[in-house]
């Protein structure tokens, strides 16, 4: 069979399975995509790699974050913890004790009641807000030491324990005003120490620097004009403290200059704590220091004096905030806060707050956030201003945190 017989054959079988009754419409052309749908099927490819890889860089971040917690304290702390005392006409006999209250409403949660012959003093929290230090003495000075007790509170705000940190205790007693402060993130812990048995010991104390995590401990010691109201940046990097020293130039003749410094933690022990710090303001008398609160950040300080001026009447001194209190028969109304630059003193901000508490017993405690101020005369919100919130409960403190 020839080649043109098999081709007629094959067309001759295809016809075949053609009906001619059977309608079958042509092929309908599908249009072809739009240019901008061609260009942005690529440019949505591109948005999703990035938005993955920008979720990879903040979890990595948060991840190495060495202090999540703190970052994540976007309200105001839930407690607040003081040290109280009932007093006696004999201070052996006073009774000390702690106490846990609720920041908003100021309602008692829990106490604790000293021993008898122990008396609590400085307290220090952690940015936990379950978890602060008290230094605790015999009332009697005898032995001269000092007890760091760290306490735990549980998250409906009971004490639930209560024990001295490693190391044991430290010899000396408080140094001065806000003499014990502690990191937020729990790393390290400072305390003022003076020694007993000299009149001028309040001036000579030396500050001990302990490691809360390898339990060590450092000493930086005072010359003449001591620590006070210590406080540490977030990070425990630098120490904020104010020294006093004589001073022979102010108004009036000669008397104390105090001096807001800063020192670096890793300042090694056996060093002096005025050679080794930086000077970032300096006040001379009648001026005094009432607070100084470094920010978590540690490149400001919050810092609030006040005037001691010496009644024509009396050989007791009277305080009043300077340039904002009418009058020296009335030591409350509003407080005039100023924060300073760490690195070189300078003014930032100035605010007022208005309190009707009296600066008799001075507190002055940031939390952790570093946007609220806990006073004895209630709590400011640093970024809004305005008047201070009153919290009952806080008239028997010897030092309060949150």
Not at 19 to 36: F, G, K, N, V, Y
Not at 49 to 59: C, D, I, K
Not at 254 to 277: D, H, K, T
Request: proline fraction near 6%; aromatic fraction near 4%; include cysteine.
């Amino acid at each position: 069979m020839s080649i043109e017989d098999r081709l007629r054959d094959a067309l001759q079988a295809t016809a075949g399975t053609v009906d001619d009754q059977i309608h079958r419409p042509l092929p309908e052309r599908t249009p072809a995509p739009s240019l901008l749908k061609r260009r942005l099927v690529p440019l949505g490819a591109v948005a999703a790699v990035l938005l993955v890889l920008a979720g990879f860089v903040t979890a990595q971040r948060l991840w190495d974050d060495k202090a999540p917690r703190l970052q994540r304290i976007p309200t105001m702390p839930k407690f607040i913890f003081m040290s109280t005392v009932d007093d006696s006409d004999d201070p052996n006999h006073s009774s000390y004790g702690l106490e846990v209250r609720e920041a908003a409403t100021g309602r008692l949660v829990d106490r604790y009641k000293a021993p008898r012959g122990i008396s609590f003093d400085d307290v220090a929290a952690l940015g936990d807000n379950r978890t602060f230090y008290v230094a605790s003495e015999p009332s009697s000075q005898k032995p001269c030491r000092t007890t760091i007790q760290r306490v735990r509170v549980s998250d409906a705000g009971k004490i639930i324990a209560l024990e001295p940190i490693a190391g044991g205790p430290i010899a000396g007693t408080k140094g001065g005003n806000g003499g014990l402060a502690v990191t937020p993130n729990g790393t390290k812990l400072a305390f003022s120490a003076a020694a007993c048995g000299n009149e001028s010991s309040a001036q000579e104390a030396s500050v001990a620097v302990i490691d809360l995590v390898n339990n060590t401990r450092r000493e930086w010691l005072g010359a003449e004009g001591g620590a006070d109201d210590l406080s540490w940046d977030a990070g425990g990097n630098q120490l904020f403290f104010v020294h006093s020293k004589e001073s022979d130039d102010p108004p009036g003749g000669p008397g104390v200059a105090e001096e807001l410094r800063v020192i670096s933690a890793s300042v090694p022990s056996g060093a002096q704590l005025a050679a080794n710090s930086k000077v970032i303001q300096k006040i001379k008398a009648p001026l005094s220091y009432v607070a100084a609160l470094a920010s978590p950040d540690g490149r400001s300080v919050l810092t609030s004096t006040q005037e001691l001026i010496v009644g024509s009447d009396s050989s007791e001194n009277s305080e009043h905030s300077i340039g904002v209190l009418k009058s020296t028969e009335a030591p409350s109304g509003p407080i005039e806060f100023s924060e300073l630059s760490a690195r070189d003193g300078r003014t930032i901000r100035k605010f007022r707050v208005a309190s009707t508490a009296s600066l008799g017993v001075v507190a002055f405690k940031s939390d952790a956030s570093g946007l609220y101020l806990l006073t004895s005369g209630g709590i400011v919100d640093l970024h809004k201003g305005g008047r201070a919130l009153p919290v009952r409960g806080l008239d028997d403190e010897v030092d309060l945190d949150w």
